[in-house]
């Protein structure tokens, strides 16, 4: 392995250093968490690429980004850009973000043509560096590493990229007002195609949707990313409440003897839990769990509330917070240790009718993904495998992002009389005899917003469907001094005309000029933006454009509330119609276990038919290095007489979906 390679090559240049295993950390933030340092002290390490045979290791700090356009200025070269993942690995042998700075270590170290160091990197002592792994780290002294840098290093100022990458004012200035200008490619500085890890971390961040934390795995959810999530509260709320569900709220705590009550339950999530075992220096008489889920502290109420047939269906609901600890690679809103989420919980008295909720609100789930997050999604049954723990069966909805790998939207479980048993929630029925309820439990998690961003970003930043947009259109009025006051005079018209159908803002900062504010609104993800200026006073109309074509428009100001209508549904189409292009080519119908292990290599859904069987599965994942069912779609074809497992040969029992996922 390439890391026991490195320390080898240390300890016989006879350097010395300390060594530190952490979680896993793919960027500088999370390996500064991990180590509790500060960014500013890890040596980062990228490599670019020139041509195909010629590559530079660029190190720098690691709160410092790394601009290739201003690379490319410095170093004289035509071309410069990021390695990809895969050059990457063929280069250093190990993946992005765990590039150490020891360039004669490296597989291809005859393709590295030059090395650059960061002039701030001058000024530290010690520096962490990643020694090809994401969860190793070594310390060692900068006077050591620079002895080990490659020939003659260039030392590189990027307080100079720093300066570029930041609008600056007075430039813009003398910039055109038009947003195709130079000055848009200064927001986000990688393509998503290229490197998606660091371009979603700077989605995030720079269009103020999250922020971390110094408790690694929790972030702090902004409110314009919060204000998304509100949107589908309330489109989910109101669903729910037409349906019967009332909401309610249950303790945060659990004690570990209700959590134990039902045994695979509590085997399936003990990983997860995080413990209270004091207060103040004093020791519990009990554990309590921080909830990972509520089954458990909500049925012991239930049995309590439910007492005869009358008494159901009981349907409740409850939006609150749940903490799952044990992860190695936290992702912001995709994967955290603390997430908002909804979670109902029903009873009834027969299975006819929990069968039929469960179905009902993983519909209600595939809505919110279509018709406001203008996302496709597999809808289908999770294996035996993958069924959340103590269910009788578990549906679900699965969404395929840009990046080849999957996701799990939400789940909506059966779970049979399984905990109904276990907490004794019985009721007479309308004979006077004694029965189990029938139980169901349904959730639906910010990991949504963290799937929107994934799936319709773009390399100038967020893209948000305009029907859970916060701010779904921005007005940027253009102007002299001279035509001030009949252009905000117009544009404060044409706020009061659509807000009351449409959530708008008017963008009066007059510190900046209105190109850079287009490419602010850009990077921010506002579906649409209304320009409008003296020229177009004079003609009546202004300047309509969509976010995710930056398609132009002139409308009349008369026609304005019907043309923002069509161009959000227009928008609405364009995006969900491409995620479906995208989902429907990458599914791959196979039979064999060549064709499949091609499909998973190339990033595909692999779309087989199966066995079922939990010890198949395992053995499929170990020889993929990850691959698992996604679900089992409900609409199956016929299978045909002696159709085997594409895995083991067995006795196929249906098609399943395969991927690799988060």
């Known amino acids: 392995m390439i890391e026991k390679q490195i320390k080898e090559y240390l300890h016989g240049k006879k350097i010395s250093f300390e060594e530190f295993t952490h979680s896993s950390a793919s960027t500088c933030k999370e390996q500064a968490q991990a180590l509790s340092i500060n960014e500013k002290d890890i040596a980062k390490s990228l490599l670019f ?46 993946d992005p973000g765990a590039v150490y700075p020891f360039f004669e270590v490296m597989p291809g170290k005859d393709k590295i043509k030059k090395t650059y160091i960061d002039a701030q990197l001058m000024r530290s002592k010690e520096l962490y560096i990643s020694a090809g792994s994401h969860a190793n780290s070594l310390k060692i002294k900068k006077s050591d590493l620079l002895n080990l840098s490659k020939g003659v290093v260039t030392e590189l100022d990027t ?303 967020l893209i948000i469907p305009p029907y859970v947009a916060p701010t779904q259109i921005v007005i940027v009025p253009i102007y002299k001094e001279d035509a001030k006051e009949k252009v905000l005079k117009e544009a404060n018209k044409l706020k009061e005309k659509l807000e009351k159908n449409f959530s708008v803002d008017i963008d009066l900062r007059e510190e900046y000029t209105p190109g850079w504010k287009f490419n602010d609104h850009e990077l921010k993800g506002i579906p649409l933006r209304i320009e409008i200026g003296p020229k177009d006073l004079e003609k009546e109309q202004c300047v309509l454009v969509t976010r995710h074509d930056r398609k132009k428009e002139f409308v009349k100001l008369h026609d304005i509330k019907d043309e923002v209508e069509k161009a959000m549904k227009r928008m609405h189409h364009d995006l969900y119609t491409k995620a479906k292009a995208h989902l429907d080519s990458s599914i791959v119908e196979l039979e064999t276990s060549n064709e499949f292990m091609k499909a998973i290599d190339e990033k595909k859904i692999a779309y087989a038919p199966w066995c079922g069987s939990k010890e198949c599965e395992e053995m499929i994942k170990d020889e993929t290095g990850g691959a698992k069912s996604l679900n089992i779609p409900f609409k199956q074809p016929k299978l045909k007489h002696g159709t085997r497992c594409f895995h083991c040969e067995e006795e196929a029992k249906y098609y399943a979906y395969f991927a690799k996922s988060y």
Request: charged share 30%; glycine share 6%.
């Open 159 to 461: 307080n100079k990229i720093k300066k570029q990458e930041k609008f600056d004012k007075s430039n813009q200035l003398n910039k055109s007002n038009e947003s195709n200008s130079s000055e848009t490619d200064l927001g986000i500085t990688v393509k998503k195609d290229q490197d998606i890890s660091e371009w979603y971390t700077q989605v995030i961040q720079k269009a103020e949707l999250a922020d971390y934390t110094r408790v690694s795995g929790c972030i702090v959810f902004r409110p314009r990313s919060y204000a998304i999530w509100e949107k589908v509260q309330k489109f989910l709320d109101d669903k729910l409440k037409k349906s019967g569900v009332k909401n309610a709220y249950f303790p945060l705590f659990i004690p570990e003897s209700l959590l134990c009550k039902e045994q695979e339950h509590v085997e399936g999530f003990t990983p997860e839990v995080a413990w209270v075992t004091h207060s103040g220096e004093t020791k519990l008489a009990e554990r309590l769990a921080v909830r990972p889920t509520s089954e458990t502290i909500m049925y012991d109420s239930y049995s309590k509330w439910i007492r005869s047939h009358k008494d159901l269906p009981l349907r409740i609901n409850q939006w609150c917070n749940v903490v799952r600890w044990e992860f190695k690679n936290p992702v912001p809103f995709l994967r955290t240790r603390e997430f908002l989420w909804q979670e109902g919980h029903s009873c009834f008295a027969t299975e006819q009718e929990a069968d039929s909720e469960v179905l009902e609100i993983l519909d209600y789930y595939d809505e919110i993904y279509r018709d406001v997050y203008a996302i496709p999604a597999l809808k289908g049954r999770k294996s035996e495998k993958e069924k959340f723990a103590g269910a009788k069966y578990t549906t679900s909805l699965e969404i395929f992002l840009p990046n080849g790998k999957a996701i799990q939207g939400c789940t909506s479980h059966c779970l049979g009389q399984n905990f109904s048993k276990a907490f004794d929630i019985s009721f007479l029925d309308e004979n006077g005899s004694k029965q189990n309820v029938w139980q169901n439990s349904w959730g639906y998690t910010t990991r949504s917003i963290g799937i929107m961003i994934m799936m319709h970003g773009d390399d100038k930043g």
């Open 49 to 94: 690429k020139i041509n195909d045979k010629e590559f530079v290791l660029v190190i720098a700090p690691g709160n410092k980004s790394v601009n290739a356009k201003m690379l490319k200025d410095i170093s004289g070269s035509e071309n410069f850009e990021l390695a990809t993942p895969e050059e990457v690995k063929a280069i250093a042998g190990c």
